[in-house]
């Protein structure tokens, strides 16, 4: 973490809000019509994958809105593709603004939903439908927003390019791969989910934050193997008893709560904007006193601050045995670890292994290679500033936070390349209604058009220096 990031991450920038550029009611409506049809579009990994297509639409769009074919990159990479489209700056020699979105979602069965999550809906102000939250709508408001302001007849002196990843939900493949290819970009602004707090009780923006940085994702493999046998003789050592067991201590483990210098001043900040009064004192304690046992139990128990407070582990899949009516000589389970900033997997591997306390447990990381341990982002003023003038001309004047993420995106990968990248997407919603990579996936629609302006002047910002 850069030391920087300490006094400087929540200072309101004292710049005068420039007057932002107007939306129009045609922009807002091709938001709502395009995300319609790339939600209605099943991009999950496997058969019948339909990444591809999103793209192919993403791009039909661009090239209607004044982009030349060659400005244009769809690559096909295994079942899926990633998107890159670039708008020409007039100064080729400086790194390009980059708008970071993934293309991809997480499954959905129909048969659980309320509504078809593959058939996008408008109802009662929110769009419905896999990818409404995460990361489709996101994706489209920013491509939208940019077509805007070149329709505008704004002329970047930096190039502004659209990188919309086809597998970021599962191997991150494309994800990396983009990065490499962009990796002499002046910084990313990435769009994956909402980055400004609604009030529960008015609607109206509490709070907007950037992130700067996230925690470390590691998916490990936990596995006790026996000789097996007939099991009309079963034995004190069950390859499946002893693993169940395993990970259900590791299931009742917490990890130890610790504070950085990001979610100190994210606690602190945040708190004056948490209707709930117990709440809001949990958060202003833990910030004080990360030990506080009575504030981290009010912290665990709400799912929008338990991953805030430390690393968190939790079983994911099991599998196991070979008959009906053998012992088993193998079960293997799974563990999805998302590790707070300053610890290695190496030493959450380590503490795995002496809380699930069973000897005959073997531990090792699987699909290491589809994610990277990264540094914070640096604490950038002229990006902090910029951000701060879009979000006040766009929303009033509402408090700027900094955050670390809880899930890993994109981002790892530019970081990891020394890139910086901030989580800087124009859309608002309320805890309450944060849905994604569950039932009934929701956005609410009715800021659309304050997210094109901030778009527009943050992007404007950017590009002119």
């Known amino acids: 973490m850069r ?3 300490i006094a400087a991450s929540l200072i309101a920038v004292a710049a005068a809000t420039p007057a932002a550029a107007k939306s129009t009611p045609a922009a807002v409506q091709q938001v709502i019509d395009l995300s319609k049809q790339a939600i209605g579009m099943r991009s999950v990994r496997g058969e019948g ?9 993403f791009s039909e769009t661009l090239l209607k809105a004044g982009w030349s074919a060659d400005e244009i990159e769809i690559v096909p990479v295994d079942d899926t ?38 058939t996008a809906v408008v109802e009662n102000g929110y769009l419905f439908g896999r990818g409404a939250s995460d990361t489709k709508f996101d994706a489209v408001q920013a491509m939208v927003s940019v077509i805007e302001l070149r329709k505008q007849g704004f002329k970047p002196r930096r190039s502004i ?12 493949i494309t994800s990396k791969m983009i990065a490499e290819q962009l990796k002499n970009a002046r910084l990313v602004l990435n769009v994956d989910g909402a980055s400004g707090l609604l009030d529960e009780e008015t609607g109206k923006p509490a709070y907007w934050s950037w992130q700067g940085a996230e925690k470390t994702y590691g998916d490990f493999k936990l596995e006790v193997t026996n000789p097996g046998g007939h099991s009309s003789t079963p034995r004190d050592e069950n390859a499946i008893a002893q693993l169940g067991a395993a990970l259900a201590r590791i299931n009742a483990y917490r990890f130890q709560p610790e504070v950085n210098d990001i979610t100190r001043d994210y606690f602190t900040k945040a708190a004056d904007f948490e209707g709930d009064p117990l709440l809001a004192a949990a958060m202003r304690a833990f910030a004080k006193d990360p030990t506080d046992k009575a504030a981290i139990a009010v912290l665990r128990g709400n799912p929008a601050y338990i991953g805030k407070i430390g690393t968190t582990c939790v079983p994911t899949m099991i599998e196991g045995g070979h008959g009906l009516n053998a012992l088993p000589q ?5 563990v999805n670890c998302r590790i707070f900033a300053g610890h290695s ?29 990264a540094d914070a982002s640096p604490y950038d003023k002229t990006f902090v500033d ?14 700027i936070i900094a955050s670390q993420a809880s899930g890993a995106s994109d981002s790892m990968w530019y970081r990891a390349l020394g890139v910086p990248s901030y989580g800087a997407s124009g859309t608002f919603t309320k805890d309450s209604d944060d849905y994604s990579h569950g039932l009934n996936e929701r956005m609410p629609i009715g800021n659309i058009g304050k997210s094109i302006d901030y778009y527009h002047v943050l992007l404007t910002e950017l590009t002119s220096k």
């Not at 994958?49 to 639409?57: D, F, M, R, S, Y």
């Not at 809380?355 to 699909?367: G, M, Q, R, Y």
């Open 49 to 57: 994958n339909e990444t591809g297509k999103v793209a192919e639409l």
């Open 330 to 334: 193998r079960a293997t389970g799974y």
């Open 81 to 118: 593709a990633y998107l890159i489209a670039t708008w020409q700056g007039s100064d080729p020699t400086l790194g390009p603004i980059v708008i970071s979105a993934h293309m991809d979602v997480v499954e959905a069965k129909p048969e659980d939903w309320e509504r078809d999550p593959f």
């Open 386 to 399: 910029a951000a701060t003038k879009a979000v006040h001309a766009a929303f009033g004047n509402v408090p």
């Open 345 to 373: 997997k190496a030493s959450i591997i380590a503490e795995l292994k002496s809380v699930a306390d069973e000897p005959a447990l073997t531990i090792e990381e699987v699909n290491a290679e589809y994610v990277v341990e």
């Open 3 to 5: 030391a920087t990031l």
């Open 161 to 172: 390019v659209l990188a919309f990843s086809g597998d970021e939900e599962t191997t991150m």
